[in-house]
């Protein structure tokens, strides 16, 4: 069976801190993708990173960071120095081959200035 | 570069009454899918299509709901008659293929609220 669970519901932070969205899937496919989409208030879904199976390295983008660790089945993604503008819902997924997205169920961040 | 194109992105509508939805997916991807978003539910996969044909189904709730991809740059999904637990947030979505590899796009949506 294939799976995401996104434990954390919502979190919310005070601009400047740090954040940390957790993410674990659940999959025997030993080939597959994990992404992270954002959904601001305005409703769209934003595609910020894909990463496969094979490649355990993290990944940086500006304040944004994804922690893969295989051997917990985790996808972890933080915020650095988190400001307003990353309010919004945080979904996780998993594609497998030859298939479609699977989504955990989000979680919502509100930053408060 | 245009991205995935919806319409309408709101509709107001009574029940019984038909809803089509349209997409256009990104020029060049020949895989399209149809989501749907609920509080309740979250985005769930209601059908998708490669090279304009339905590979997965599984998603569709009823045989209220349809979707057809006459075409590579057209699509639509319909609900006849429509019911006030259809209301959601329709995404469409498009990738280059099946691949795992190949990200999903999404457009912004067609708001439904059945009254």
């Known amino acids: 069976a294939q799976k995401v669970t996104q434990a954390q519901t919502e979190i919310s932070v005070v601009e400047k801190e740090d954040v940390t969205l957790d993410c674990v899937y659940e999959t025997r496919d030993t080939t597959y993708y994990l992404f992270w989409y954002k959904q601001p208030p305005s409703g769209e879904l934003v595609f910020l990173i894909r990463?496969?199976?094979?490649?355990?390295q993290n990944e940086i983008s500006g304040r944004y960071s994804w922690n893969f660790q295989k051997s917990t089945s985790s996808f972890n993604f933080t915020i650095t120095a988190s400001q307003v503008v990353d309010s919004a819902v945080y979904f996780c997924?998993?594609?497998?081959?030859?298939?479609?997205?699977?989504f955990g169920k989000g979680t919502k961040l509100s930053v408060k200035p | 570069d245009a991205g995935v194109i919806q319409s309408p992105r709101h509709e107001v509508t009574e029940m019984g009454q038909e809803v089509t939805l349209r997409c256009k997916p990104i020029s060049g991807h020949n895989s399209l899918f149809w989501y749907r978003q609920t509080m309740m539910r979250g985005l769930e996969l209601l059908i998708y299509f490669n090279n304009n044909v339905p590979i997965d189904d599984s998603g569709m709730p009823e045989d209220r709901f349809s979707a057809k991809m006459p075409n590579a740059s057209f699509s639509t999904l319909k609900i006849q008659p429509s019911e006030p637990r259809d209301s959601a947030v329709y995404f469409c979505?498009?990738?280059?293929?099946?691949?795992?590899?190949?990200?999903?796009?999404f457009g912004e949506g067609s708001w439904l609220t059945v009254v």
């Open positions: 990463r496969n199976s094979f490649d355990e």
């Open positions: 979505a498009s990738s280059l293929d099946t691949r795992s590899g190949n990200t999903i796009y």
């Open positions: 997924a998993l594609r497998r081959s030859q298939g479609n997205l699977i």
